[in-house]
């Protein structure tokens, strides 16, 4: 089965910069990293899950909650099996666990809920 396994959350200020990323590992036989279409969820506390970004298995496709438009790149690396999200401008309302996610629909953009899901990284932007 997918493993996904985010990292890089922290405690930032308001104004500064985070970068998160997502090794990806266990994929059947046939398949591999680029099979798959990449993206991250969120959840703040006290709210429920929600998109942030995605890419299709290329990688050319991006696309972004209306929220962190600007402000947020994803990114992935094919030969590497790894995708990132490159967090800029933070603001206190992007506080909340980061989820890496996969889904088996190799042009998915966030549209649906994911197929996969890994543990989640914790971004705290304080004021």
């Known amino acids: 089965e997918v493993q996904l396994q985010a990292s890089g959350g922290g405690l930032v200020q308001a104004g500064e910069s985070l970068r998160l990323s997502c090794d990806a590992s266990?994929?059947?036989?046939?398949?591999?990293?680029?099979?798959?279409?990449m993206g991250w969820f969120r959840q703040a506390p006290g709210k429920e899950r929600e998109f942030v970004a995605a890419?299709?298995?290329?990688?050319?496709?991006?696309s972004y909650a209306d929220s962190v438009k600007g402000r947020f790149s994803i990114s992935r690396d094919n030969d590497k099996g790894t995708l990132s999200l490159q967090m800029n401008s933070l603001k206190p309302e992007d506080t909340g666990v980061y989820y890496c996610?996969?889904?088996?629909?190799?042009?998915?953009?966030?549209?649906?809920?994911?197929?996969?899901w890994g543990p989640g990284t914790l971004v705290t932007v304080s004021s």
């Open positions: 996610v996969a889904h088996q629909h190799p042009y998915w953009s966030g549209t649906s809920d994911p197929d996969y």
């Open positions: 890419v299709i298995w290329s990688g050319v496709r991006k």
């Open positions: 266990g994929f059947s036989s046939g398949f591999s990293f680029s099979s798959y279409a």
